[in-house]
């Protein structure tokens, strides 16, 4: 029957056709010698098992009930492992795969920089999946910190993998990491549940440069961070991290972040999604995102989020830790909508051994040199914070702290909602209330410009001297918000310009619609506005400066003067094709940059690639202006122009 299911497989596989489970041979590891005891090793066993099924082509290595000791287990490409109920693979406590050498470990730490010393490990395959309802369990022998000869700190590691998905299992006391996954792509993650303990775990999954992601439908506990987006320098190499959805999910961390981007940030991060998301605790973020190595994280969007227990709800930072090759400059956070959370009982217990306190406010902030943002939208966000701070915190002023990156390390903020710094196109709106008196102002922006609260209820202290501050903030502006008994809120700007009253101006038209001479070309795709777009002749590239010909020129009327931004509506299907030339009435021109990759249309500010990427704003007056666009690298496209004095519009679809 086995033989019959083999060939079965091996006939599909040579017509290209992929054969459903069900028509995989099956490779019980019994039969290969497994005992399920709980004492035996059985690595051996299930590698023939493994070894077998990778043979014949494809098959499911089948645990049936039972204790599986293991050391080291070695992945196999077109492979399922199928843990049926009552079936558990046990972490042996001694024997694991050495630690393979690895030239790059100064960038990361120990645990991120070495894959062979984990209880199953595969590098470059592809097809690979656990499913079933079994359980993986590092029995307290997984190590949370660096392991001795013969000892594993992982649970799961996969590298450079693709089309993996991990279903239905539970991983118990994982280690360092319950699953360690670092360059792989096309990896589905469905109703996965690691499990926090007292002692025997950290980290739940750490997802390291991988792109084409789904996770849905699990249940994420850790110690240490729970769900972790990173990018570290182990492989040699970086990815950008792209194209990744989380759904349906609950996440959970007792000491550290919940759901969190960073701290190792080599590469970039782009187009992320998360919705449906209850974080039940954690002893730092909630929702964590910090670039402390240069990375750009952009496009990242969350809705409907419940946040509970959380020591510091929401926190963004940018540092200059620069651990990656070349000692990279500041790196950026933009174009982040959070949408629609709930965050209630907003205090964790504080940990044995750790330094602070139990709660801090939300935090936004960059460094004196780079400010984050711009594009930063949180709205109809509900946060009920503790409180019972005194009104002398409202002068506080904290540290910049800019090579670590724990919210603690500000120490208490200064206000109670949110505590933004060196920011820029940053718009709030939602409820901030607290369950005991606070003295302090519910918001405070230091050093920035283009801060707007937005539909803002702020609970009031009876001992609070204002409600929202303003520092050292080139254009604020405070828009239907009020305290929770309906009265205005009270402001106070030092060194501090308000943003033009009334709604922003916004101005958009076709790219195509002006002049284009060429190289540069009208070219029709059915999902650009109206049809078409302009690009330039494949071939054509100018990267050293804008050429003397081949532009795209539009003419845009704003109605009144103003601080404005550009914003095109683009694809750079690829990494050397995703920039332009850009200037304003004859200007300078701007080495529009780094678009974000991609095959889709999405809108991007243009940045300066000269200023590491910086937003580029005009002042400008009321009347006409000319915006000339001129080819860098051939096969950039751009449909739709707009330019606004919202610094933190970001436009979807088509656009205004």
């Not at 792509?185 to 469905?190: A, E, G, Y």
């Not at 070309?521 to 999902?527: I, P």
């Not at 590239?541 to 103003?562: D, E, H, I, R």
């Not at 000269?610 to 666009?629: I, Q, R």
Request: proline share 4%; charged share 15%.
């Amino acid at each position: 029957m086995r033989r019959t299911a083999i060939l079965l497989v091996l006939l599909l596989t040579a017509l290209g056709l992929q054969s459903p489970a069900s028509a995989l041979a099956e490779f019980n590891v019994r039969d290969y010698g497994a005992t399920g005891n709980g004492s035996t090793n059985d690595d051996d066993a299930i590698d023939r098992a493994i070894n077998a099924a990778n043979a014949a082509g494809g098959g499911i290595v089948v645990f049936p009930s039972g204790r599986y000791r293991s050391r080291t287990i070695h992945l196999k490409s077109d492979v399922t492992l199928r843990l049926d109920s009552g079936s558990v693979i046990l972490a042996a406590s001694s024997g694991m795969d050495a630690a393979e050498s690895n030239g790059n470990d100064d960038y990361q730490d120990y645990g991120h920089s070495h894959f062979h010393n984990a209880l199953m490990w595969g590098n470059g395959i592809t097809n690979f999946h656990i499913t079933g309802t079994g359980t993986i369990d590092g029995d307290g022998k997984l190590i949370t910190g660096n392991p001795s000869s013969g000892q594993a700190d992982k649970a799961i590691v996969l590298t450079e993998c693709s089309n993996v998905s991990l279903t239905g299992v539970t991983i118990r006391r994982g280690g360092h990491f319950g699953a360690l996954i670092n360059g792989c792509h096309d990896l589905t993650i469905d109703d996965l549940k690691t499990v926090y303990a007292d002692s025997g775990v950290r980290d739940g999954i750490n997802l390291i440069n991988s792109w084409n992601v789904t996770v849905t439908n699990s249940r994420i506990e850790a110690s240490d961070d729970a769900l972790v987006f990173k990018s570290d320098y182990a492989l040699g190499h970086t990815y950008t991290s792209r194209n990744v959805r989380v759904r349906d999910t609950t996440v959970y961390s007792h000491e550290n972040n919940a759901l969190q981007f960073g701290s190792e940030t080599c590469g970039d991060f782009r187009d992320f999604r998360f919705d449906n998301i209850t974080v039940l605790g954690a002893g730092k973020a909630g929702i964590g995102i910090v670039t402390m190595d240069g990375a750009v994280i952009e496009d990242v969007h969350y809705d409907h989020v419940t946040l509970t227990k959380t020591t510091s709800p929401i926190f963004m930072k940018i540092g200059e830790r620069r651990r990656c090759p070349g000692s990279p400059p500041a790196g950026r956070i933009r174009n982040i909508t959070i949408s629609n959370v709930t965050g209630t009982n907003l205090t964790a217990p504080v940990v044995t051994g750790t330094v602070g306190a139990s709660d801090y406010s939300s935090t936004l902030t960059g460094t004196p040199a780079v400010d984050i943002g711009p594009g930063i939208t949180l709205d109809n966000v509900d946060l009920t914070v503790p409180g019972g701070h005194p009104a002398s915190e409202a002068t506080r002023v904290p540290g910049e702290f800019l090579s670590t990156y724990p919210p603690r390390d500000y120490g208490p903020r200064p206000s109670y909602g949110y505590w933004i710094r060196h920011a820029t196109g940053i718009t709030l709106g939602g409820d901030l209330r607290f369950t005991s008196n606070d003295g302090r102002p519910a918001v405070i922006a230091d050093d920035g410009s283009n801060i707007v609260l937005d539909g803002v209820v702020a609970q009031r202290g009876s001992s609070s001297a204002y409600d929202a501050g303003f520092s050292g903030i080139a254009g604020y502006a405070v828009r239907g918000s009020t305290n929770t008994t309906g009265g205005a809120l009270r402001v106070r700007a030092t060194n501090s310009t308000p943003l033009p009253s009334g709604p922003a101006v916004t101005v958009a038209t076709e790219a195509e619609g002006g002049t284009v001479t060429a190289p540069m070309q009208r070219a029709s795709d059915g999902a650009a506005s109206g049809g078409s777009y302009v690009t330039v002749a494949p071939g054509n590239n100018s990267q050293a400066s804008a050429p003397s010909s081949g532009y795209a020129t539009v003419t845009v009327n704003v109605p009144s003067a103003g601080t404005y931004k550009i914003m095109g509506r683009v694809v750079a299907p690829a990494d050397t094709d995703d920039s332009f030339w850009v200037r304003v009435d004859g200007g300078a021109w701007v080495n529009w940059n780094d678009i974000a990759p991609g095959a889709s249309w999405h809108w991007a500010d243009i940045t300066n690639d000269a200023a590491s990427d910086t937003l580029v704003t005009y002042d400008l007056a009321a009347g006409d202006h000319t915006l000339t666009f001129a080819y860098r690298e051939d096969g950039a496209r751009l449909d739709r122009v707009l330019v606004t004095t919202d610094l933190s519009l970001a436009p979807t679809g088509t656009g205004p």
